[in-house]
């Protein structure tokens, strides 16, 4: 863990360490730059360093998407939302002037809490490249300033250990502060660390209810979610089990999902129980859903929520988490939304954002490599 904190205090906390622009030619550090990006994003992203002794942004590419890389430091590559960049240039120039540590930190909060520089908004994605073994490879991480745990239904335990293995899942560190985040390592990547699980778990012998709904979740949260099933003829409500957490798992359904989620959406399910069983389409019930959040009936979830899917058969993604954005734009998080679906059936999908701009938008995190996930093509 100390490892990994100290690769993302780089980014929070520590001074920017900017490379001689001539140290090497510039279309190799733009290259070398955009790594973190997935394909679709590089070509278009901006590329820039910054002067050790002044703290000047120097761009090296002018890019034209909305987001922007900066020059490697030693052996790591940070790529960001260009809508966060005044953050990042502020932040330079106090670093400059031989701010840091925790002086650096406390300037950049009381600038933020005066409405100098305004803060990172809630789901803004960075991207991280890091070049050595004894360290994830490829990381990216959500911003989710102030947030809990207990009120997105994230896991807070560290997968350090899984993710230099090359299996681990995503998790939450410094809960509850405004640099809390998502850490989201990417298995299964020519950039990722090398491994992955030996073997696949066979699911579907696994014939007690309780503990096939559980399944998509971390380990952590399994043992104190509350486990549900419903009626399908009434759509009427059945618990299984009373959890003790802030999670609610129910058992696979007539299309073959497991899902879990945090137990505020407990409402949408029942009411989606509810058309399902009267028969309404798949796209009855969501229009019903929708008009039922703009009506108040049933509550919107919290941004950042977490949901939590596993599917068993190889057409689809087999174990995939989506964060919730509701109403967020790719362009202000700086997140993809080129359709990472052919590289997750094989095995090997980057997260990528759907409906942006939407009440529905949310942020798709296949997860490879491990005993639940899609096999590696």
Same mark, same amino acid.
């Given at each position: 863990?100390?490892?990994?904190?100290?690769?993302?205090?780089?980014?929070?906390?520590?001074?920017?360490?900017?490379?001689?622009?001539?140290?090497?030619?510039?279309?190799?550090?733009?290259?070398?730059?955009?790594?973190?990006?997935?394909?679709?994003?590089?070509?278009?992203?901006?590329?820039?360093?910054?002067?050790?002794?002044?703290?000047?942004?120097?761009?090296?590419?002018?890019?034209?998407?909305?987001?922007?890389?900066?020059?490697?430091?030693?052996?790591?590559?940070?790529?960001?939302?260009?809508? =966060?960049?005044?953050?990042?240039?502020?932040?330079? *120039?106090?670093?400059? #002037? &031989?701010?840091?540590?925790? %002086?650096? /930190?406390?300037?950049?909060?009381?600038?933020?809490?005066?409405?100098?520089?305004?803060?990172?908004?809630?789901?803004?994605?960075?991207?991280?490249?890091?070049?050595?073994?004894?360290?994830?490879?490829?990381?990216?991480?959500?911003?989710?300033?102030?947030?809990?745990?207990?009120?997105?239904?994230?896991?807070?335990?560290?997968?350090?250990?899984?993710?230099?293995?090359?299996?681990?899942?995503?998790?939450?560190?410094?809960?509850?502060?405004?640099?809390?985040?998502?850490?989201?390592?990417?298995?299964?990547?020519?950039?990722?660390?090398?491994?992955?699980?030996?073997?696949?778990?066979?699911?579907?012998?696994?014939?007690?209810?309780?503990?096939?709904?559980?399944?998509?979740?971390?380990?952590?949260?399994?043992?104190?979610?509350?486990?549900? =099933?419903?009626?399908?003829?009434?759509?009427?409500? *059945?618990?299984?089990? #009373? &959890?003790?957490?802030?999670? %609610?798992? /129910?058992?696979?359904?007539?299309?073959?999902?497991?899902?879990?989620?945090?137990?505020?959406?407990?409402?949408?399910?029942?009411?989606?129980?509810?058309?399902?069983?009267?028969?309404?389409?798949?796209?009855?019930?969501?229009?019903?859903?929708?008009?039922?959040?703009?009506?108040?009936?049933?509550?919107?979830?919290?941004?950042?929520?977490?949901?939590?899917?596993?599917?068993?058969?190889?057409?689809?993604?087999?174990?995939?988490?989506?964060?919730?954005?509701?109403?967020?734009?790719?362009?202000?998080?700086?997140?993809?939304?080129?359709?990472?679906?052919?590289?997750?059936?094989?095995?090997?999908?980057?997260?990528?954002?759907?409906?942006?701009?939407?009440?529905?938008?949310?942020?798709?995190?296949?997860?490879?490599?491990?005993?639940?996930?899609?096999?590696?093509?």
């Amino acid at each position: 863990m100390k490892s990994l904190v100290s690769v993302i205090a780089f980014v929070l906390m520590s001074p920017f360490v900017a490379q001689p622009v001539g140290a090497q030619p510039v279309e190799e550090q733009i290259a070398q730059a955009v790594m973190p990006l997935p394909v679709d994003l590089r070509a278009d992203a901006t590329v820039y360093t910054y002067d050790a002794d002044t703290g000047e942004r120097q761009v090296l590419r002018k890019g034209t998407n909305h987001v922007e890389c900066k020059t490697r430091d030693e052996d790591t590559t940070w790529c960001y939302p260009t809508a =966060t960049s005044a953050r990042r240039d502020f932040r330079a *120039k106090l670093a400059a #002037k &031989g701010k840091s540590g925790e %002086e650096l /930190q406390a300037a950049m909060a009381a600038a933020t809490e005066a409405g100098t520089i305004e803060p990172n908004p809630l789901g803004s994605m960075m991207y991280r490249v890091y070049g050595k073994d004894d360290r994830i490879g490829l990381v990216w991480a959500v911003w989710l300033p102030d947030a809990t745990s207990e009120h997105l239904g994230m896991s807070t335990a560290s997968q350090r250990d899984n993710s230099l293995a090359g299996k681990g899942l995503p998790w939450m560190m410094r809960e509850g502060t405004p640099r809390a985040h998502l850490m989201i390592p990417i298995n299964a990547t020519k950039l990722s660390t090398k491994g992955g699980a030996s073997t696949r778990m066979d699911t579907k012998a696994i014939h007690d209810p309780v503990a096939h709904a559980v399944l998509p979740l971390p380990e952590d949260l399994r043992a104190g979610a509350t486990v549900v =099933t419903y009626d399908s003829k009434t759509g009427a409500r *059945k618990v299984l089990r #009373k &959890g003790t957490n802030m999670i %609610e798992c /129910q058992t696979r359904d007539a299309d073959g999902f497991t899902s879990c989620g945090h137990k505020a959406f407990a409402p949408r399910s029942d009411l989606r129980a509810k058309l399902r069983a009267a028969g309404k389409s798949r796209e009855e019930v969501q229009a019903a859903l929708d008009a039922a959040r703009e009506a108040g009936t049933i509550a919107s979830p919290p941004s950042g929520s977490m949901f939590y899917r596993l599917y068993e058969e190889d057409d689809r993604i087999k174990l995939l988490w989506v964060m919730l954005l509701p109403n967020a734009t790719s362009e202000e998080l700086g997140m993809p939304t080129g359709s990472q679906r052919d590289n997750s059936l094989a095995g090997k999908g980057r997260p990528w954002m759907m409906r942006p701009g939407t009440p529905n938008a949310h942020l798709m995190i296949p997860i490879n490599a491990t005993e639940l996930s899609n096999p590696r093509q």
